[in-house]
């Protein structure tokens, strides 16, 4: 029963995961050269997003596993989010 | 479902994959408390950690970036190759990994010396004559990119163990469950790191 | 406890006595219930058990009210807690000023009182300040209660109502003392308050010594005293200059009180410990206070040692 | 459904391993001994926390110095708190009986990962003695609370470091806990029993190793944070470098506060256990309880502000939180309606476990409800840091979690030991546990209303006879106690041999020999039925 649920990634999709993420890391550091003001962060936030879901995704075969795993996955970033959110409940409006 | 022997040695890879992704959980909150006081004192003296990150040198921060990046790639690869049974392969590609990680940790250590050096480290003269939003920000670094340093070397034991066990060839085609595990852990190190990266050395 | 004395008082005696009525009525509902089930389902009844397993109707009903009760609860809770955040323009102003293990009220940027003396029917706003660590502020009589944190400027206000006397009590554990960070507030007319206030202020122009101003700023009077009195600490009345028995380490010695004994008491406490004291009670004041203060202490402890005080 | 792991296997008890001697036991993985193991350690640091509160409660039975001074007063109850609190109610019952019966329940020969269970027994180990420890060693007793709040924590010349390293070590213990069970869960119920088929105590250890995964780390890098700041001075809570003592209470409670929930919830598990069997009917609303078990562990995760409505916090904050904290009663709610219905319409008999169970009831209803009190914000301004906290609190966990342990106890002795107590005894100790425990804690809710602050050593002389009455209480409790472990250790000892199944008990663990074998069952069985169907036994309709 273990190997019908071997999944390979091949060498080359994991070439160009890793090339669209040291893009990425170059398009991050480019873009800070330019002043958003409160934006940057944002912006910097966004970027490192998109790089932690390709690596979830790709890296770490999150494309294979079920789709309990993926909604914990994703629960759990939302559950960190809404802790952050409500902290600043307090502080945003101190 | 492997019902039927559950005392055995051997835990199926469903379940110990599992159980690596819930410890994995743990440690995305671990730095996430970090994440937390970050984002307050930031919100607070911003003005303040774009001055002091200006101190922190972006491009041993990128050069890091792209170490991780890079060794997550050769770990993944060596995944693929222990299932398409080519261990030779699979053995240089963790080597490899450890090679970066180690590479990471150099730079790491040239990183924080270079701080020393210049009196930055808690607790310093120097530190203490600082703005409290400077303060703050290094106190932040240390911890983050302490505990992280910490990681990578766990994770470098583990990969080490990997070597040993592919050679001695516990670690096979069929049964790879400790290299994908130590695997998983690996991308987390990076995954952290990409965000520290950007939050630390880039708001400048 | 109902005997609100504050213009807040009664908003929060509403929530306590509507949330108390729903517990009450729950409480004894429910215990009652379950009695008579034990009862009248005993097994020594014989009757076999019914064998239903649940009722969507029933659970829809008891999800929403006990829904609707909580946020009832809720809503009067809140409407009583509003108006403690909403300070009348023209309260008046005194800062309290928390400090292991005491408290201070400054009156008009200056005057100093250890009591808290206000008018009645007027409201007054308390500027929470902590010169040290975490303490709470809080007049059980007024229902009122503010953290007082270092670095953060909490605030409480109210309107007192009645004239009389109500403690003020210290409700953050802050170490040693805690249980004793207790304070006394008098609500008087106003005519008596402006006399007292008149009376602090004569008071308050008569410079105390520049030592004494530096013990008390500092807090080191909640351990020590002037008097002779034993408190935590020894008291600083006839401690200059005289031999005192201290132990360092695992030996005993005695030694003058000179002024190099008095900066080693106050920069490493736990080096030499009095005789019938503890070590880790006092903390380092390194940093807090430098030496040139130190010799002003020094020469205002000269002047507790007898005729003169 | 027959009767599997027959008589050919040996009882978990006398099996032999690969090690002899004491030996078998502190290398065993077998989830039944390490249960033991840790009911064995519970019970020991349980009476150490106990006699330091029947010392705190001595020392109040008068205003000023009664038998100790301040100092040692203040190390007492931040030992008696942590002790409490991080060594035997957050492990507790999950540790226990979650470790002994959940294999058994859902049909598996152990937890997934069996060593990593005995692992977290030695961390969980290392961590409680270093607690206890920390009470002797060195600079003194540690006299934070158990709280730790900065910049006191900080501050303190006292063994601060040992109880932060100790909470520490417990979490991470905690953590492994819960992920093994979370594993256990997902991975090795028996064939058949899908999630609606997973009896409830499974269910509630589900809910609370998801919190104990997702909160305990949060606390994990606070204390370390903590230490940092003590020894390295970095600022992150001190004022005077532009740190921040508030944040230090939000990422303590952001912990804290679902702690709680992981008391409660394997207690609440215990019951819903309990009710069905001693009325011999299918529990009430099973969807229900379980989906009430998921809201608790989920909403239980953002109340944690209430804790600190009075710190200064936002306007917006405070009524926010107050909010989201009566919403996370209405679960609670629902279990209680759902319990006794369980019992309405069965034919109930009162055994000491269920008589505990009820009595948990009661005393959780009024915990909660005080709770409820603590909760709105009017109210909280007049009652947080009282002594009314005090007595919301034991009455919620050692009311709550505490008489669902003794009911717990009462349950499963029989099937961990294979021997029966005392039923009059057992009910002789309850009559002392349950009049004890409510003359000491209802008395600190007139007292905290009044305004006696806790933490406190010494207090105002109006205070008095609410803590005479309580410190009598204490000893009553006190004997009752005694005499409740007296009746389960020579039960455990000597009383009869309990047949397999003394309570006409349904769930998989009284399907099995008593003991259970080493290997639980013969055949792994299969489920085919959603579990407390007592139909086919009583044979009515
Ligand atoms: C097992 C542990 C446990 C549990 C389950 C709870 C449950 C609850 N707690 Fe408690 N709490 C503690 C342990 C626990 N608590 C501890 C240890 C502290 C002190 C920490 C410290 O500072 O040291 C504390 C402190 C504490 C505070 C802070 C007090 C302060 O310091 O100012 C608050 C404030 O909101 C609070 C609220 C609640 C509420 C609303 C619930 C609710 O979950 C209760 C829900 C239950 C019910 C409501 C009763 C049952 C329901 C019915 C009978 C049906 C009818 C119901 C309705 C109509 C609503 N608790
Ligand atoms: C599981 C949780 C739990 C339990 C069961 C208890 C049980 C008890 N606690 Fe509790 N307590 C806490 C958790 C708990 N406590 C917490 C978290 C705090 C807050 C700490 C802080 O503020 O930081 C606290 C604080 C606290 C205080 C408040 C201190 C203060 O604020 O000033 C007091 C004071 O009376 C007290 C008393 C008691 C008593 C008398 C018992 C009794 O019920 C104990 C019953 C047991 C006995 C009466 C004796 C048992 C048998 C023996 C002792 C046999 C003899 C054995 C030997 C000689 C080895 N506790
Ligand atoms: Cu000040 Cu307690
Ligand atoms: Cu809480």
Redesign the interface.
């Known amino acids: 029963m273990k190997h019908e649920d071997k999944h390979i990634s091949s060498y080359s999709s994991l070439a160009i995961v890793l090339a669209v993420l040291l893009l990425l890391t170059a398009f991050s550091v480019w873009i800070t050269g330019f002043h958003f003001g409160a934006f940057t962060v944002a912006v910097a936030l966004i970027i490192a997003s998109v790089k932690v879901a390709t690596v979830l995704i790709n890296f770490m075969h999150l494309k294979f596993e079920n789709l309990f795993l993926r909604l914990l996955v994703t629960g759990v970033f939302v559950m960190f989010a809404l802790v952050v959110i409500l902290t600043f409940v307090d502080y945003y409006f101190r | 479902m492997s019902v039927h022997n559950t005392h055995s040695e051997h835990i199926d890879s469903e379940t110990g994959k599992l159980g690596m992704w819930i410890f994995l959980f743990t440690e995305l909150f671990l730095f996430g408390g970090l994440f937390l006081v970050y984002a307050v004192f930031r919100a607070k003296y911003s003005a303040e950690f774009h001055l002091a990150a200006g101190e922190l040198n972006a491009f041993i921060g990128t050069m890091n970036t792209v170490f991780l990046l890079f060794s997550s790639m050769t770990v993944a690869m060596s995944l693929t190759a222990i299932q398409k049974g080519d261990r030779k392969l699979a053995l240089f590609l963790v080597f490899v990994t450890i090679l970066l990680a180690g590479l990471f940790m150099v730079n790491k250590y040239f990183e924080w010396s270079h701080k020393f050096e210049y009196g930055i480290y808690p607790g310093s003269e120097v530190l203490k004559n600082m703005s409290h939003g400077e303060l703050l920000f290094f106190g932040l670094y240390y911890m983050m990119t302490g505990l992280h340093a910490l990681h990578v070397l766990v994770g470098m034991v583990l990969l080490s163990i990997n070597v040993v066990k592919i050679r001695s060839g516990s670690v096979n085609s069929d049964h790879y469950l400790m290299l994908e595990n130590s695997a998983l852990y690996w991308h987390l190190v990076d995954l952290i790191w990409i965000f520290l990266f950007p939050l630390l050395y880039l708001i400048t | 406890?109902f005997t609100g004395a504050s213009n807040l008082a009664d908003?929060?005696d509403?929530?306590?006595l509507f949330?108390?009525i729903?517990?009450f009525i729950?409480?004894i509902g429910?215990?009652a219930?379950?009695i008579w089930?034990?009862i009248h389902?005993?097994?020594k009844k014989g009757?076999?058990?019914?064998?239903?397993?649940?009722?969507m109707k029933?659970?829809v009903v008891?999800?929403v009210i006990?829904?609707i009760l909580?946020?009832l609860?809720?809503w009067?809770?809140?409407?009583?807690?509003a108006p403690?955040?909403r300070v009348p323009p023209d309260a008046m102003r005194v800062t309290a000023i928390g400090r292991m293990w005491e408290w201070e009220f400054v009156y008009q940027d200056s005057m100093r009182s250890k009591e808290l003396v206000l008018p009645i029917n007027k409201p007054v706003k308390l500027d929470l300040v902590s010169e040290?660590?975490?303490h709470?502020l809080?007049i059980?009589?007024f229902?009122?209660?503010?953290?007082v944190?270092?670095?953060?400027?909490?605030w409480l206000w109210f309107t007192p109502n009645y004239i009389g006397d109500y403690?003020i009590?210290?409700?953050?554990?802050?170490?040693?003392?805690?249980?004793?960070m207790?304070a006394k507030t008098r609500i008087v007319e106003q005519e008596e308050f402006d006399k007292w206030l008149a009376d602090l202020r004569t008071a308050s122009f008569i410079p105390d010594p520049e030592g004494l101003v530096l013990l008390r700023g500092t807090g080191c009077l909640a351990c020590h005293s002037l008097d002779g009195a034993k408190l935590v600490g020894p008291s600083f009345r006839g401690f200059y200059g005289s031999q005192r028995i201290v132990t360092s380490g695992n030996t005993q010695k005695t030694i003058t009180a000179d002024d190099e004994y008095l900066i080693s008491s106050i920069y490493n406490p736990?080096e030499q410990i009095v005789e019938g004291y503890?070590?880790?009670?006092m903390?380092s004041y390194r940093g807090l206070l430098n030496e040139s203060d130190i010799s002003i202490i020094a020469e205002y402890l000269k002047t507790l040692n007898g005729e003169n005080q | 459904m027959s009767i599997s792991g027959s008589e050919t296997q040996v009882s978990y008890l006398e099996y032999q391993g690969k090690h002899k001697g004491i030996w078998s036991w502190l290398l065993s993985t077998d989830h039944k001994r390490i249960g033991l193991l840790y009911l064995y350690a519970i019970i020991i640091f349980f009476f150490v926390a106990a006699f330091l509160g029947l010392l705190m409660r001595i020392e109040l039975i008068a205003p000023g110095r009664t038998i100790m001074e301040p100092q040692t007063y203040n190390g007492l109850f931040t030992i008696h708190g942590i002790i409490m609190i991080f060594v035997i109610v957050i492990p507790g019952l999950a540790a226990v009986f979650g470790n002994f019966f959940l294999p058994i329940l859902i049909g598996a020969r152990d937890v997934a990962f069996p060593k990593l269970n005995l692992f977290s027994w030695y961390l969980y180990m290392i961590g409680a003695i270093l607690g206890v420890l920390s009470q002797f060693i060195g600079g003194g007793a540690p006299d934070t609370g158990w709280t730790f709040y900065v910049p006191y924590s900080v501050e303190s010349s006292t063994n601060v470091i040992y109880a932060l390293t100790a909470a520490f070590i417990l979490g991470f213990s905690s953590i492994l806990t819960g992920l093994n069970f979370i594993v256990t869960i997902h991975r090795m119920r028996a064939p058949g029993m899908g999630w609606m088929r997973m009896p409830l105590f499974p269910w509630a250890l589900y809910a609370t190793a998801w919190i104990q995964v997702l909160a305990t780390p949060i606390v994990g890098i606070t204390l370390l944070m903590v230490i940092a700041e003590r020894v390295l001075n970095i600022g992150f809570f001190d004022p005077a470098l532009g740190g921040d003592p508030v944040l230090f209470q939000h990422l303590f409670w952001i912990y804290s506060h679902p702690a709680v929930y992981i008391m409660i919830l394997p207690a609440m598990g215990i019951v819903t256990e309990i009710f069905p069997t001693f009325s011999q009917k299918p529990v009430f609303g099973y969807g229900a309880i379980v989906l009430s078990s998921l809201a608790i562990a989920f909403v239980g995760y953002f109340v944690w502000g209430h804790h600190m409505f009075t710190s200064g916090m936002s306007y917006n904050a405070r009524w926010f939180f107050s909010f989201l904290t009566f919403i996370v009663a209405v679960p609670s709610a629902i279990k209680v309606f759902n319990w006794i219905s369980t019992m309405y319409g069965g034919s109930i008999d009162l055994k000491p476990p269920l008589l505990y169970a009820i009595s948990f009831i009661f005393l959780f209803m009024i915990g909660g409800f005080t709770g409820l009190v603590l909760g709105s914000l009017a109210t909280n301004v007049q009652t947080h840091d009282t002594a009314f906290v005090m007595a919301h609190f034991h009455y919620i966990i050692f009311g709550g979690m505490g008489f669902a342990f003794f009911a717990a106890i009462h349950y499963w002795a029989p099937k961990m030991f294979g021997r029966m107590y005392n039923f009059r005894l057992a009910y002789i100790a309850w009559g002392f546990n349950f009049i004890g425990f409510n003359m000491l804690y209802f008395p600190l809710f007139i007292v905290g209303l009044q305004g006696m602050p806790r933490r406190a050593y010494d207090y105002l002389p109006q205070f008095q006879s609410g803590h005479v009455l309580s410190t009598i209480g204490s000893f009553i409790l006190f004997a009752g106690l005694l005499l409740m472990v007296y009746n389960l250790i020579r039960g455990a000892r000597k009383g009869a041999v309990a047949p397999a199944n003394p309570w006409k008990g349904v769930t998989l663990e009284w399907k099995i020999p008593s003991p259970p074998p080493h290997e639980n069952f013969d055949d792994l069985p299969e489920i085919t039925s959603k579990p407390y169907l007592f139909g086919n036994i009583s044979d009515n309709k």
């Not at chain 3, 009757?47 to 009722?55: I, Y």
């Not at chain 3, 009067?76 to 807690?81: D, N, T």
């Not at chain 3, 229902?143 to 953290?147: A, F, G, I, S, T």
């Not at chain 3, 944190?149 to 909490?154: K, L, Q, T, W």
Request: proline share 5%; charged share 20%; net charge neutral.
């Open positions: 406890m908003g929060v509403k929530a306590f949330i108390f729903i517990a729950f409480i429910i215990s219930f379950m089930t034990l389902f005993s097994r009757k076999a058990p019914m064998q239903f397993s649940g009722s029933l659970e008891w999800t006990p829904t909580v946020l609860m809720f009067i809770g809140w409407k009583g807690f403690m955040r040290d660590i975490n709470s809080f059980p009589a229902r009122v209660k503010e953290d944190i270092p670095g953060y400027d909490n403690e009590l210290c409700t953050e554990y802050c170490g040693l003392l805690h249980s004793a207790i736990d503890s070590r880790g009670l903390q």
